[in-house]
């Protein structure tokens, strides 16, 4: 099983990308593969999906898209190739906050998404998730969180003060600023 992989983009096709880690191409199916450039230095949240004689990888940018993948495969009638189309088309928290006014209007705009389908997500997904846990950041700010909590901070305190670091600033900056952030 696979958490994420690191490395540079060497092709992208309307389907899937290519990504090089030491000279060993993955094909890994995103949903949205012009997101990336090629060339570009990646870290590519992985989930390795098994089915009868098919294997293949669905990759993330985030962490919070991988686990909403994850949440709606769970769903009855709902696989990875509908998975992948809401989240090639809709952001995270605006699928979750969808999923949470009951809003199966919106859900059914998504390709392969109809009124049944909407119906089983909301029915299966609503008041499993946590908007208050799920702060939404970029892969910078979530290695800055990773390190935070290998230093002993909650999830809960991190959180808090994520949002308040400016992204543009490398990460040693990026972490100071988080440790004078929380020892206030």
């Keep these: 099983m696979y958490e994420y992989i690191k490395g540079s983009v060497s092709n992208i096709t309307p389907k899937y990308i290519v990504l090089d880690n ?7 199916i995103v949903p949205n593969p012009y997101a990336l450039k090629k060339g570009s230095e990646v870290t590519i ?15 993330f940018l985030t962490s919070e898209e991988k686990e909403l993948f994850l949440k709606l495969i769970s769903v009855s009638g709902i696989g990875p190739k509908s998975a992948l189309s809401i989240l090639a088309l809709g952001s995270v928290r605006q699928i979750y906050e969808a999923i949470e006014a009951r809003n199966d209007a919106y859900l059914r705009k998504f390709p ?43 999830k ?18 990026l972490i100071k600023m988080a440790l004078k952030l929380l020892t206030k």
């Design 45 to 59: 949240y992985i989930h390795q999906y098994i089915r009868d004689n098919v294997i293949e990888l669905y990759g």
């Design 156 to 173: 809960k305190e991190i959180n808090k003060i994520l949002p308040k670091l400016d992204e543009s600033d490398n990460e040693g900056n």
């Design 22 to 28: 030491n000279n060993i191409g993955y094909l890994v």
């Design 112 to 154: 392969g998404i109809g009124p049944k389908a909407s119906q089983q997500i909301i029915l299966d997904l609503k008041g499993k998730i946590n908007l208050e846990e799920n702060v939404l950041v970029s892969s910078k700010l979530e290695e800055v969180g990773l390190a935070l909590e290998a230093l002993g901070y909650s």
